[in-house]
Every structure is written in structure tokens, then in C-alpha cells.
């Protein structure tokens, strides 16, 4: 393996416990299994019609901080969902806020993105992706667009490059951690891609897609453990 993609690869495993204390609290311990928090019962939820989440014709935030306040209630949101209907509305929430910018250019150069990926032009997609983190490089969801147009080239390097900036800018971005764990397993990390699938577990636990990726992966590697 390339020395580079070896490093980066340490520094992928790495982040997934140093990214921030509320993902080692949600783990509670060394468990291999999320555990529910137990300080407080969850908050009642809300009405499909009251909550935030289910207006589709609400008008976005106002700014980058309020689009940040508004997501850490969405993603403590999702931890406490006790549905799959409800953590599906949540997470489509959350979806549509990582898309905010809070600037008009970089609104359409992600538009013309989204177009070019959708024609599987990936060097034009990279490279207004390009454009996008050079303008606003705190932007997570640019990172996180050009690690797919990298991923679906099958340039995993790359892709776990810009998922690491993700990460960092966004630790509870589960669909960054997602694609994060099939790199890792496409290079046979398989105790990391589980230890990143866990961590997309408890940010969204009724996630069935995980859980069973879970499920899977913990067999692979504690039967070769044994």
C-alpha cells in the first residue's frame, strides 16, 4: 500500500475517536454497542405538524450560525428518534441543511455540481468542486459532494481526504462517516469500517442499513478473531 494512503487511512481510524466528545459519550465506554443516554428520559416529540423538521415550506436559516444551531437540534433530534418514520423526516431535515450555504455563488456552484454528477461528468464536477472549497472551505457538504465524485472514480485516496475535512468540520455528518467505513472496508479495514459504522449508528439509531452493516461486520471480524 502507498505510504500516503496508509497515512491517511491511520488518520481516518484515528478520527473516528477523536472527533469530539459527544460521539465517546454516546458510545458509552468501551461497549461495542451504542448505548441510549440514561442521565434523562428523551424529550417528548413533537407533532408531525408542530415539528420543525415536517415543514417543507419553512423558510431557511438566516445564516451559517443559525443553520448550525438549528442542526445540532436536528441531530440530538434524531438520536432520541423513536421511529424510522420519524428519523427519516429528521434526517431528510439535516440532509437539506448541510446543503446550506449561506452564499448565492457557492448555492450555484453546487447546483451545476449536482448537475454534472447527475450526467456522471466527473471532471467537470471536480472541478466546480474545486471552485466550491477554495471559495469556502468551511463549507462541509463540498467536501463532502467532491468525496463522492472522487469515490464513484474509484479514487479512494482522495475521497478519504476530503471525508476526513468533513469530519472534522461536521463529526456528526453520518453519510461522511457512512461512506468512510466502505473505504475502510475496501481496503480490509474492517475493525475501523465497523467502528465507523457504529458511530453512524449512534448518531441515527434507527438507521436499518447500518444496523445491518453492523451486524454484519461484527460477525466477519470476531470470527476471524477467534
Not at 481516518?12 to 451504542?34: E, R, V, Y
Not at 434523562?40 to 450560525?65: E, I
Not at 471532471?123 to 472551505?137: D, F, M, Q
Request: with cysteine; hydrophobic share 40%.
Amino acid at each position: 500500500m502507498h505510504q500516503t494512503t496508509r497515512t491517511i487511512l491511520t488518520c481516518a481510524a484515528a478520527l473516528l475517536m477523536l472527533s469530539g466528545p459527544a460521539f465517546a459519550q454516546s458510545q458509552g465506554g468501551d461497549d461495542n454497542t451504542p448505548k441510549a443516554q440514561t442521565q434523562s428520559p428523551p424529550s417528548p416529540k413533537p407533532s408531525a405538524a408542530d415539528d420543525p423538521a415536517a415543514k417543507k415550506d419553512a423558510p431557511g436559516p438566516a445564516s451559517v450560525a443559525e443553520r448550525d444551531r438549528i442542526l445540532d437540534d436536528m441531530y440530538k433530534r434524531l438520536a432520541e428518534a423513536d421511529s424510522p418514520d420519524y428519523a427519516k423526516l429528521v434526517s431528510t431535515a439535516i440532509e437539506k441543511l448541510w446543503v446550506f450555504s449561506g452564499s448565492d455563488t457557492v448555492d450555484l456552484l453546487m447546483r451545476r455540481a449536482q448537475v454534472a454528477i447527475g450526467k456522471k461528468d466527473s471532471s467537470a464536477a471536480k472541478a466546480i468542486l474545486n471552485a466550491v472549497v477554495g471559495l469556502r472551505p468551511s463549507y462541509a457538504e463540498a467536501w463532502n459532494r467532491r468525496a463522492f465524485v472522487h469515490f464513484s472514480s474509484k479514487d479512494y485516496q482522495a475521497a478519504l481526504s476530503d471525508l476526513r475535512r468533513v469530519l472534522i468540520l461536521d463529526p456528526k455528518h453520518f453519510k461522511a462517516i457512512g461512506g468512510l467505513a466502505v473505504i475502510l472496508r475496501e481496503y480490509g479495514r474492517d475493525e475501523a469500517a465497523l467502528a465507523a459504522f457504529r458511530r453512524a449508528l449512534a448518531i441515527n439509531p434507527q438507521d436499518e442499513e447500518v444496523r445491518k452493516a453492523v451486524k454484519e461486520l461484527q460477525i466477519e471480524v470476531e470470527g476471524r478473531a477467534i
